[in-house]
């Protein structure tokens, strides 16, 4: 009897651990790398750049491969979803903190990053729908504006 108690610690633990190894939690750890999420949105918006690149370009050949141009949609797709998970799990719900209702400066800035983060979401959403690539233009234009306001001291 003895033995069975650590060894059910252990996989209580195992299980406890491996929650948190798989996403960046919702507890106040504290730990968190808000430039590696930064890079982490303009890499995939490059990804879902280049996704429609192939797609167009692959579309486009007189003998069209279509496991090729579904494979590029199928990653244009997860991409984009990862910008919007990154930017409403970790931005929206985790780092953005609502400001004193006294500040009116504190408050504008609260406002601008929610318009740039929301503005964000939907053009990953709208970049899921098409190949136009003035979405893809748009998140680069609105991630370098929210990083510009979001390390604004």
Same mark, same amino acid.
């Given at each position: 009897?003895?033995?069975?108690i650590?060894?059910?610690?252990?996989?209580?633990?195992a299980?406890?651990?491996a929650?948190?190894a798989f996403?960046?939690c919702?507890?106040?750890c504290?730990?968190?790398d808000?430039e590696?999420?930064?890079?982490?949105?303009? #890499?995939h918006?490059?990804?879902?750049? *280049?996704?429609m /690149? +192939? @797609?167009? #370009?692959?579309?486009?050949?007189?003998? *069209?491969?279509? /496991? +090729? @141009?579904?494979?590029w949609?199928?990653?244009?797709?997860n991409?984009?979803?990862? @910008?919007?998970?990154?930017m409403?799990q970790?931005?929206?719900t985790?780092?953005?903190?609502?400001?004193?209702?006294?500040?009116a400066?504190a408050?504008?800035t609260?406002?601008?990053k929610?318009?740039?983060?929301?503005?964000?979401?939907?053009?990953?959403?709208?970049?899921?729908?098409?190949?136009?690539?003035e979405?893809?233009?748009?998140m680069?234009?609105?991630?370098e504006n929210?990083?510009?306001?979001?390390?604004?001291k």
């Amino acid at each position: 009897m003895k033995k069975m108690i650590p060894v059910s610690m252990i996989a209580v633990l195992a299980l406890v651990g491996a929650q948190f190894a798989f996403s960046h939690c919702e507890i106040p750890c504290g730990i968190y790398d808000d430039e590696a999420r930064f890079d982490m949105v303009s #890499e995939h918006i490059g990804t879902v750049e *280049k996704s429609m /690149n +192939q @797609i167009t #370009e692959l579309s486009a050949a007189g003998d *069209k491969n279509y /496991n +090729q @141009i579904v494979r590029w949609v199928t990653n244009k797709e997860n991409h984009a979803t990862e @910008i919007q998970d990154i930017m409403a799990q970790y931005f929206l719900t985790q780092r953005i903190k609502p400001a004193d209702g006294s500040d009116a400066d504190a408050q504008m800035t609260y406002f601008k990053k929610l318009e740039l983060c929301h503005k964000i979401i939907v053009h990953a959403m709208k970049a899921k729908q098409t190949v136009d690539l003035e979405h893809v233009k748009e998140m680069n234009s609105l991630l370098e504006n929210f990083r510009e306001v979001y390390f604004a001291k």
